[in-house]
């Protein structure tokens, strides 16, 4: 069985940056992934720089990227999870770039 996409949203803002969220329900929980779920929760802008990036990829467990830094991510569930997403991008769109 593999997994299932459960939530998929793409929104380009007005300055051709882009926030994408993708969410899959695997068949069964891992060691890395005790909760059920694969996400990847991505901003970049137009040129195609990654800014922000919230993933759980297999043998990484919960991470997060910050423009060039890496740093564990502790999931609590999904809605905190999208709220610290959303919460980072407000933060660094206020940045000078």
């Not at 997994?3 to 007005?14: D, G, R, S």
């Not at 300055?15 to 991505?42: F, S």
């Not at 919230?54 to 999870?81: A, C, P, R, W």
Request: charged share 35%; glycine share 6%; hydrophobic share 35%.
């Amino acid at each position: 069985m593999k997994a299932k996409l459960i939530y998929h949203e793409k929104f380009m803002y007005a300055d051709g940056a882009v926030r994408e969220m993708v969410l899959w329900q695997l068949p069964k929980k891992t060691y890395d992934r005790p909760y059920g779920l694969k996400y990847r929760l991505y901003y970049g802008l137009a040129d195609g720089t990654c800014i922000v990036r919230y993933d759980n990829e297999s043998g990484k467990g919960d991470h997060k990227h910050i423009k060039d830094q890496e740093e564990s991510y502790l999931f609590k569930d999904v809605e905190t999870l999208v709220a610290d997403f959303l919460e980072e991008i407000e933060k660094v769109r206020k940045e000078p770039i």
